[in-house]
């Protein structure tokens, strides 16, 4: 009686179990709809705003090398500015009053000029000839060729007059205004312009920064972790040092800025903004994710592997060494890889330490001032000009290819070596 009653009962509630079930599940749906909508969502704007950066407008002028202006024995001082709008006036002759003169000039980059230059340094035989050359506009003639600058609005609502719009417009006529892939932003620094603004010196920066990063924090982490793992006895400081790992991993990475600030900035007067501090710091952060990640493959590996070894006569350093770490090492490139790529990102301690400098140059060394890829979308991002909104974008693109590589090598390391016991 009492079974059946039971039986009952349970029978009774299950239409309403049933719906909370199904009721769980559409909740779980829902979150998951809503995480790649708003996903989707930021990547389309970030490409949106973005991918336009690769190309860039480019004007053709017809430059008169004159050696007038121009002497062999002075070539890399030259009014080489003065080359551009002498051309630019040859251009449009009508042109004849100061005002519209500027206006004129300001239809090509200022570093037309640097450009000539390095045409004449490069070849000083096209001094007295007539060269075709294709130099950088404007950013706002780039900005109107690629719809950001509407030009259906009032003349005082817009940075382009209507007659620079009519010079826009013969130039495309004839030929002499094209959009063309930006290999600028590919090859240099940054700049105040941002035409001339490139993203080469922040990822050189990056590079030289993960190299230290790599070097310190892999060999350090895997050393940490096979002892804590291997050989540590366990008692209340090695459950101390264990507890203190995983407080490590959650600390905001502001706050080891900060340490590398006090000592590796201000006690040991290192460089600052150089990728040998950056990549100090970031060591730091990286280390508890690469010794957990580490401990776990350690963990992943059988003691019968461990047992086998000792039982042929192996010693224990022996044992983990030709038997254990093989094992796990792809593990331990997975973790390593994923705090790589998450330093790779970091923006915060990089800001503590300086390098958020402007840096115009190259990098070339561990010590050379420079700023990182995060850091240069930090500080573009800032920037009052439409033409850094677009390169804004475009910088968080190229550093979100490299962060879905990292991973993606994570994974395909981790499926190609991985062994299930």
Same mark, same amino acid.
């Not at 949106?48 to 007038?68: C, K, M, R």
């Given at each position: 009686?009492?079974?059946?009653?039971?039986?009952?009962? $349970?029978?009774?509630?299950?239409?309403?179990?049933?719906?909370?079930?199904?009721?769980?599940?559409?909740?779980?749906?829902?979150?998951?709809?809503?995480?790649?909508?708003?996903?989707?969502?930021?990547?389309?704007?970030?490409?949106?705003?973005?991918?336009?950066?690769?190309?860039?407008?480019?004007?053709?002028?017809?430059?008169?090398?004159?050696?007038? #202006?121009?002497?062999?024995?002075?070539?890399?001082?030259?009014?080489?500015?003065?080359?551009?709008?002498?051309?630019?006036?040859?251009?449009?002759?009508?042109?004849?009053?100061?005002?519209?003169?500027?206006?004129?000039?300001?239809?090509?980059?200022?570093?037309?000029?640097?450009?000539?230059?390095?045409?004449?340094?490069?070849?000083?035989?096209?001094?007295?000839?007539?060269?075709?050359?294709?130099?950088?506009?404007?950013?706002?003639?780039?900005?109107?060729?690629?719809?950001?600058?509407?030009?259906?609005?009032?003349?005082?609502?817009?940075?382009?007059?209507?007659?620079?719009?009519?010079?826009?417009?013969?130039?495309?006529?004839?030929?002499?205004?094209?959009?063309?892939?930006?290999?600028?932003?590919?090859?240099?620094?940054?700049?105040?312009?941002?035409?001339?603004?490139? #993203?080469?010196?922040?990822?050189?920066?990056?590079?030289?920064?993960?190299?230290?990063?790599?070097?310190?924090?892999?060999?350090?982490?895997?050393?940490?972790?096979?002892?804590?793992?291997?050989?540590?006895?366990?008692?209340?400081?090695?459950?101390?040092?264990?507890?203190?790992?995983?407080?490590?991993?959650? $600390?905001?990475?502001?706050?080891?800025?900060?340490?590398?600030?006090?000592?590796?900035?201000?006690?040991?007067?290192?460089?600052?903004?150089?990728?040998?501090?950056?990549?100090? $710091?970031?060591?730091?952060?990286?280390?508890?994710?690469?010794?957990?990640?580490?401990?776990?493959?350690?963990?992943?590996?059988?003691?019968?592997?461990?047992?086998?070894?000792?039982?042929?006569?192996?010693?224990?350093?022996?044992?983990?060494?030709?038997?254990?770490?093989?094992?796990?090492?792809?593990?331990?490139?997975?973790?390593?890889?994923?705090?790589?790529?998450?330093?790779?990102?970091?923006?915060?301690?990089?800001?503590?330490?300086?390098?958020?400098?402007?840096?115009?140059? #190259?990098?070339?060394?561990?010590?050379?001032?420079?700023?990182?890829?995060?850091?240069? $979308?930090?500080?573009?991002?800032?920037?009052?000009?439409?033409?850094?909104?677009?390169?804004?974008?475009?910088?968080?693109?190229?550093?979100?290819?490299?962060?879905?590589?990292?991973?993606?090598?994570?994974?395909?390391?981790?499926?190609?070596?991985?062994?299930?016991?």
């Amino acid at each position: 009686m009492r079974k059946q009653r039971a039986i009952d009962i $349970v029978n009774k509630s299950l239409p309403q179990r049933y719906r909370s079930e199904r009721l769980f599940k559409l909740y779980g749906i829902a979150a998951i709809v809503a995480s790649i909508a708003f996903l989707s969502l930021l990547f389309i704007s970030i490409f949106a705003n973005g991918y336009s950066a690769f190309w860039q407008t480019y004007i053709q002028l017809e430059v008169h090398f004159d050696p007038e #202006i121009i002497e062999q024995d002075s070539l890399a001082t030259a009014d080489y500015q003065g080359l551009v709008k002498q051309t630019l006036r040859s251009m449009f002759p009508s042109v004849k009053n100061r005002r519209d003169k500027r206006q004129l000039y300001g239809l090509v980059s200022g570093g037309a000029a640097f450009q000539l230059r390095e045409a004449a340094l490069n070849d000083p035989k096209i001094i007295g000839e007539t060269q075709s050359i294709w130099v950088p506009a404007d950013d706002d003639v780039d900005m109107l060729v690629k719809g950001h600058i509407k030009r259906d609005v009032p003349e005082g609502e817009r940075r382009l007059k209507d007659q620079q719009l009519n010079w826009i417009d013969m130039l495309t006529s004839q030929g002499k205004l094209e959009k063309r892939i930006n290999k600028i932003f590919f090859s240099v620094g940054d700049s105040r312009e941002p035409e001339l603004a490139g #993203i080469w010196g922040a990822v050189m920066g990056s590079f030289f920064t993960l190299i230290v990063t790599l070097l310190l924090s892999f060999p350090i982490g895997v050393a940490a972790a096979v002892y804590l793992e291997e050989f540590a006895a366990k008692n209340r400081w090695t459950d101390l040092i264990e507890i203190n790992i995983n407080n490590l991993a959650a $600390v905001p990475s502001i706050v080891f800025g900060l340490l590398g600030l006090a000592v590796f900035l201000n006690f040991f007067n290192l460089p600052r903004s150089a990728p040998i501090v950056g990549g100090l $710091v970031l060591t730091l952060m990286t280390l508890p994710t690469i010794i957990i990640a580490s401990r776990s493959a350690l963990q992943s590996v059988p003691p019968s592997i461990r047992e086998a070894a000792l039982g042929v006569g192996a010693s224990k350093m022996q044992m983990v060494a030709h038997h254990v770490l093989p094992l796990a090492l792809p593990g331990m490139l997975t973790g390593t890889i994923i705090g790589m790529a998450r330093a790779l990102g970091e923006t915060a301690p990089l800001l503590m330490i300086g390098m958020v400098a402007f840096i115009v140059d #190259i990098p070339g060394s561990l010590t050379d001032p420079s700023t990182a890829l995060p850091v240069q $979308v930090y500080l573009w991002a800032d920037s009052p000009e439409r033409a850094f909104v677009e390169r804004t974008s475009a910088a968080i693109i190229v550093l979100l290819a490299f962060l879905i590589t990292m991973n993606a090598a994570a994974i395909l390391l981790r499926k190609k070596f991985e062994r299930r016991w």
